[in-house]
């Protein structure tokens, strides 16, 4: 987390209960210096060049001549590069869009850590895309059967087509999914292969995978057994160093909230989620975001993927928003023909049927996960 001492926060709120709500919350902290509470939507742009807060906090529903929605764009269109969160209620979900000027969302009521801690991480997220330094996404579902390697697979090949230097990590460590994917042989090197305790840059050269599709591959060991020989120090340290290496890392997790697998989301700067218009799967998300919130991941770090998205099963959006508490960030339809063959062959379906409509969903998915604008360049 970023040093959170020097968050200086504007808000814009014509509500009196919330923004007092948000001065009682700020008042028992001395991580948030709030610089003023605006209630006139046209005053704030003014109002962030002449203060320069970190961070704009704006709420949805803010009414008079400029109203939340349009100042959000005013906010996106001045040239600031001021992260601006947004405040909403149940009955108005909202989904965080960095291209809109989203930068992150609370939503009524919401407590003071989550208040700082969204904060705090929409500021780390936006230095961080400014500076270009590496993004670590995990990939992740509480079951099985959803499509989880395959999009990670994709994902991370997708980025590297943006130009991104990337990693791709088989967090699966029991089963070795990727290494299963791709048909990588079992003498190819694996996690187990860095020394223990004394990673070096040097070691990770030599046991990464070089996929022909352009993106290297920490592969998980060969044999279920050797999977308890890694150990959550392991892996930390491990995505330390391939934070130095690479722009960004995309990991494939497993289904089980273990020790290395917490290991993994700790480390990671986005969880995404994936979901299926499945009622077990549901279910069990729902189960996941509960334990996330007790840990104390923030509603910002965790993002919703609705896999299948066009194979609803009888569930609509709404019922699946209100299951898991808000409206997904990302859909991804299903091409069971194009991902079932590709997946036989080894290859990635962004390469192998660039132009289709699941192959252009990754690589929305990707841009915007990446922080790039959706005109970057993507070579095929």
């Known amino acids: 987390?970023?040093?959170?001492?020097?968050?200086?926060?504007?808000?814009?709120?014509?509500?009196p209960q919330v923004s007092q709500h948000?001065?009682?919350?700020?008042?028992?902290?001395s991580q948030v210096k709030l610089l003023e509470v605006l209630t006139d939507g046209s005053k704030v742009v003014d109002a962030a060049r002449q203060l320069r807060p970190d961070v704009v906090m704006v709420d949805l529903l803010l009414q008079g001549k400029v109203k939340g929605p349009q100042l959000i764009e005013r906010l996106r269109d001045s040239g600031l590069e001021i992260p601006v969160v947004v405040l909403t209620v149940p009955q108005h979900p909202l989904a965080r869009d960095p291209n809109r000027g989203i930068d992150a969302v609370l939503t009524l009521p919401f407590s003071g850590f989550e208040l700082v801690n969204t904060l705090a991480h929409t500021m780390t997220d936006r230095q961080a895309r400014a500076a270009g330094v590496c993004r670590v996404i995990s990939v992740f579902s509480p079951k099985?059967?959803?499509?989880?390697?395959?999009i990670a697979f994709n994902l991370a090949v997708a980025m590297g087509q943006m130009g991104l230097s990337t990693a791709l990590i088989d967090g699966s460590l029991q089963y070795g999914d990727l290494r299963a994917l791709l048909k990588v042989p079992n003498d190819v090197p694996s996690i187990l292969d860095l020394p223990t305790d004394r990673v070096q840059q040097s070691d990770l050269h030599d046991v990464m995978w070089r996929d022909p599709a352009g993106i290297d591959i920490l592969l998980a060991p060969p044999r279920v057994e050797m999977a308890e020989m890694v150990t959550a120090r392991d892996v930390e340290k491990t995505i330390s160093l391939l934070r130095r290496l690479y722009e960004a890392i995309v990991i494939d997790t497993p289904t089980t909230l273990s020790e290395v697998t917490l290991a993994?989301?700790?480390?990671?700067?986005?969880?995404?989620?994936?979901?299926?218009?499945?009622?077990?799967?549901?279910?069990?998300?729902?189960?996941?975001?509960?334990?996330?919130?007790?840990?104390?991941?923030?509603?910002?770090?965790?993002?919703?993927?609705?896999n299948r998205a066009d194979s609803s099963g009888g569930i609509s959006r709404e019922e699946l928003a209100r299951a898991i508490g808000r409206k997904p960030d990302f859909e991804m339809i299903s091409d069971g023909r194009l991902v079932v063959q590709a997946n036989n062959e080894g290859m990635p379906f962004v390469v192998a049927s660039p132009d289709a409509a699941v192959s252009r969903d990754v690589r929305r998915i990707a841009t915007a996960l990446a922080g790039r604008t959706a005109g970057a360049a993507v070579r095929h």
């Open 264 to 306: 993994l989301l700790d480390s990671s700067d986005i969880i995404l989620s994936i979901v299926t218009y499945d009622s077990t799967t549901i279910h069990n998300t729902i189960a996941v975001a509960e334990a996330f919130a007790s840990i104390g991941y923030t509603a910002d770090k965790v993002r919703y993927l609705v």
């Open 1 to 15: 987390m970023a040093n959170t001492t020097s968050i200086r926060l504007l808000v814009a709120e014509d509500v």
């Open 22 to 29: 948000v001065r009682n919350l700020l008042s028992i902290q």
């Open 144 to 150: 099985g059967g959803v499509g989880k390697t395959t």
